[in-house]
């Protein structure tokens, strides 16, 4: 039997703007740890969040990037989540009302076919913050670093409609291209500005069912994003073939 994957990504993007995405602090991460911080971006009981307008224009903007429409009413929901990076226990995200549906990129397929990838909805939310781990002497620590808490993120979620890594690496270098052009972001895999996630199922060819599917998360370069989906559809595929 033939078989076919199915693939859909959800790409995570840092804004490039000058403060976090609830609070005034410098959205600077890199700086010396904890420096960036106040009650809002330590999740402090009792502080109130307060939306950066800048944050909210370039989400927009990029989200226009892409043609998709923008919500007449969109809202932040809590996601609970519970890990030390997240003290407070859940993120402010947006899962009823994104900012934007639809949209989506055209790529050129290695048959050379010209392909319309669509994007589902695009979201904002806040990050997390940092875990380091350390060793004392012999005695392993983790350290939080609160500088990357609460900075602005969008995250696209595209449609299941890849078929191939090299679907999935082109569509990540259009996007990459699309927003650093409308100026939202830098999008660098190596710095932690754009980090990907791909979800992957296989069926067999000409079914339109959704199998069960894998997801390899917080990938950081295109490259290790088709990796991982050769990777993927490979083991399902003998996973499969062995019942
Ligand atoms: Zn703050």
């Known amino acids: 039997m033939e078989f076919e994957a199915v693939i859909g990504l959800e ?14 602090c410098p959205n600077n991460p890199g700086d010396e740890p904890n420096a960036n911080t106040c009650p809002t971006c330590l999740w402090f009981p009792g502080a109130v969040p307060r939306l950066s307008e800048e944050a909210l ?3 927009a903007l990029l989200c226009l990037g892409f043609g998709a429409e923008l919500q007449p009413v969109s809202a932040f929901d809590q996601k ?5 990076d ?3 226990g859940y993120q402010l995200s947006q899962a009823h009302l994104p900012l934007s549906r639809g949209g989506g990129i055209e790529i050129m397929n290695e048959e050379g076919v010209t392909r319309r990838l ?6 904002m939310e806040e990050d997390v913050a940092k875990l380091v781990h350390e060793m004392e002497g012999r005695t392993p620590i983790s350290l939080v670093d609160f500088n990357r808490a609460g900075a602005p993120l969008v995250e696209i979620v595209t449609e299941p409609d890849f078929r191939t890594p090299f679907e999935a690496m082109e569509f990540l270098k259009a996007l990459r291209t699309q927003i650093r052009y409308v100026g939202s972001s830098e999008c660098s895999m190596e710095n932690g500005t754009m980090r990907a996630d791909a979800n992957i199922s296989i069926r067999p060819k000409g079914s339109t069912e959704l199998n069960t ?10 490259k290790h994003v088709g990796d991982a989906i050769a990777y993927e559809i490979k083991r399902q595929t003998e996973s499969v073939g062995n019942g």
């Open 86 to 88: 997240l003290p407070k």
């Open 57 to 59: 224009n370039k989400a």
């Open 11 to 24: 790409i995570h993007v840092e804004l490039n703007c000058a403060t976090k995405l609830f609070c005034d």
């Open 80 to 84: 609970v989540y519970y890990y030390p």
């Open 213 to 222: 599917k894998v997801e390899v998360k917080n990938m950081n370069s295109i």
């Open 118 to 123: 669509r994007i589902h909805h695009i979201h």
